[in-house]
């Protein structure tokens, strides 16, 4: 299995500061098609995951401008330039390179 | 927009059965790989099983192998998980997801005698 980790597990920031977290891959998450199927998914206190970056840096619908992905092989970083209230929650990364997707421990970003 | 609804979860005593269903709307089902991820009280996320777009090619966690039956159909738009043999540490709540990028509200399913 490929084991996702991610850093920080907790991640204090004060409003309108960019916060930047890390997840790196146990192997290389590149497929055979030549993709590479890592995504950040956010997940608000009481509410389902949702899909923010798919394919490393591509923003799921909807999603906005302030948040970013980037990495390749093994290391990748989601980065959010002005954090906001709204953001606060817990964040994955995960890989479906392997359709038995893995998910990071999450990290909790709260508002100092 | 797409929609994802979970149903069936519930309170049920080690070892036994649960059946979780995932009505699904707003594009086209049958076009899609679909997936149960759950989520333990306080917890991570846990990937539970995969089923292609015809139900040909499935996977299961370890974990769960041997236990639960994952299957589709595709005329009624629907996604089901049976759960045999529960144990105390499958009580989670349950996601449906269209690939991973659309998840449903979830389930709970407690498992507790």
């Known amino acids: 299995d490929i084991v996702m980790t991610q850093t920080p597990l907790s991640s204090p920031v004060t409003l309108g500061q960019p916060a930047s977290i890390s997840c790196r891959s146990s192997q290389s998450l590149v497929h055979s098609d030549g993709n590479t199927y890592l995504s950040w998914l956010q997940q608000r206190p009481g509410q389902p995951p949702r899909l923010l970056i798919y394919k490393i840096s591509n923003r799921f619908s909807g999603v906005p401008d302030r948040f970013s992905g980037s990495g390749a092989g093994t290391d990748f970083t989601l980065k959010i330039s002005r954090v906001e209230a709204e953001d606060v929650g817990v964040y994955y990364c995960?890989?479906?390179?392997?359709?038995?997707?893995?998910f990071g421990q999450g990290t909790k970003l709260e508002i100092k | 927009q797409v929609q994802l609804v979970e149903s069936g979860g519930g309170l049920v005593k080690p070892g036994g059965s649960l059946r979780l269903s995932c009505a699904a709307s707003?594009?086209?089902?049958?076009?899609?790989?679909m997936s149960w991820i759950r989520q333990a009280p306080g917890k991570g996320l846990e990937w539970v099983s995969y089923i292609s777009t015809g139900g040909f090619t499935i996977y299961y966690a370890d974990s769960v192998k041997g236990r639960f039956t994952i299957s589709r159909d595709n005329a009624k738009n629907s996604l089901y998980l049976q759960m045999n043999s529960l144990r105390a540490e499958d009580t989670a709540v349950y996601y449906c997801?269209?690939?991973?990028?659309?998840w449903g509200q979830g389930t709970l399913v407690t498992v507790s005698s």
């Open positions: 707003g594009f086209t089902f049958s076009d899609y790989y």
């Open positions: 997801a269209r690939r991973y990028d659309s």
């Open positions: 995960m890989q479906a390179t392997q359709f038995m997707y893995t």
